[in-house]
């Protein structure tokens, strides 16, 4: 998976994303021997189904990033056990990580995730509300501001998703100029990552390409 990343950036002229493995539905051993290849990063889109593969690979010292929707019920235990959360996209959910994290651990990385194709069916907010959450993280000392995700919808024709990716790379660079250590744009996945590293993401989210075909949908 790496040397297609490198060869997208490659041919794109762009630098080498950041490789979030996606292991949801995955169990810990999958996890684990992609570990020992030296892969680092991984994505969960449940908190619960999360805590027990953390718990399970906790001597892998490895980093946990929350890519689904998180419920602010559960903000207690996200804001404990991951490295990162990506899907944060409201100022109920922000005061509720900061609360949350435990003074001992660093800041937890978070990302503003925009809903870029305004569907009904998504989380993440409108783009024109960024700034509002911007200004509420940056305003956390337990929480760094680290940038922008987007799960754009799959259009079938490839001027569309791009033209999305497009629009995410704008509102990070305005993002960026703000807030410096706003470094990071996680977009693309198995299908897209391609495109989205051509129109400037610095981490893909894989799934299936890495792990094969899910047993269940997620
Ligand atoms: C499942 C998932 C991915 C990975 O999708 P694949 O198509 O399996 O690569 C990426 N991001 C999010 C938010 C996901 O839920």
Same mark, same amino acid.
């Given at each position: 998976?790496l040397?297609?990343?490198?060869? =997208? =950036?490659k041919? /794109?002229?762009?630098?080498?994303? %950041?490789? @979030? *493995?996606?292991?949801?539905?995955?169990?810990?051993e999958?996890?684990?021997?992609? $570990?020992?290849?030296?892969?680092?990063?991984?994505?969960?889109? #449940?908190?619960? &189904?999360?805590?027990a593969?953390i718990?399970?690979?906790?001597?892998? /010292? @490895? &980093?946990?990033? %929350?890519?689904?929707h998180?419920?602010?019920?559960? *903000?207690?235990l996200?804001?404990?056990?991951?490295?990162?959360?990506?899907?944060?996209?409201?100022?109920?959910?922000?005061?509720?990580?900061a609360?949350?994290?435990?003074?001992?651990?660093?800041?937890?990385?978070?990302?503003?995730?925009?809903?870029?194709?305004? &569907? !009904?069916?998504?989380h993440?907010?409108?783009?024109?509300?960024?700034?509002?959450?911007a $200004?509420?993280i940056?305003? &956390?000392?337990?929480?760094?501001?680290?940038? @922008?995700?987007? +799960?754009? =919808?799959?259009?079938?024709?490839?001027?569309?998703?791009r =033209?999305?990716?497009?629009?995410m790379?704008?509102?990070?660079?305005a993002? /960026?100029r703000? #807030?410096?250590?706003?470094?990071? @744009?996680s977009?693309?996945?198995?299908?897209? #990552? /391609?495109?989205? +590293? *051509?129109?400037? $993401?610095t981490?893909?989210?894989?799934?299936?390409?890495l792990? !094969?075909?899910?047993?269940?949908?997620a």
């Open positions: 998976m040397s297609n990343l490198q060869d =997208a =950036a041919a /794109a002229g762009r630098p080498v994303p %950041l490789l @979030l *493995a996606v292991s949801k539905t995955q169990p810990a999958a996890i684990a021997t992609l $570990a020992a290849q030296g892969q680092h990063a991984f994505g969960e889109n #449940y908190v619960q &189904e999360a805590l593969k718990e399970a690979l906790r001597g892998l /010292a @490895l &980093e946990w990033h %929350l890519i689904g998180l419920q602010s019920n559960k *903000a207690e996200a804001a404990r056990h991951f490295h990162w959360v990506q899907s944060v996209d409201r100022t109920k959910l922000v005061h509720a990580l609360h949350q994290r435990p003074r001992d651990l660093p800041p937890l990385n978070v990302l503003i995730q925009v809903n870029i194709d305004d &569907e !009904g069916s998504k993440g907010c409108q783009p024109q509300d960024i700034d509002a959450l $200004a509420a940056s305003a &956390e000392p337990t929480l760094c501001l680290r940038g @922008l995700m987007a +799960i754009p =919808a799959p259009w079938p024709d490839a001027a569309r998703r =033209a999305a990716f497009m629009r790379h704008a509102l990070k660079q993002l /960026a703000q #807030y410096p250590q706003a470094d990071t @744009l977009m693309g996945m198995s299908s897209d #990552y /391609a495109e989205a +590293i *051509a129109e400037g $993401a981490m893909v989210r894989i799934g299936t390409a792990f !094969g075909a899910r047993a269940r949908p």
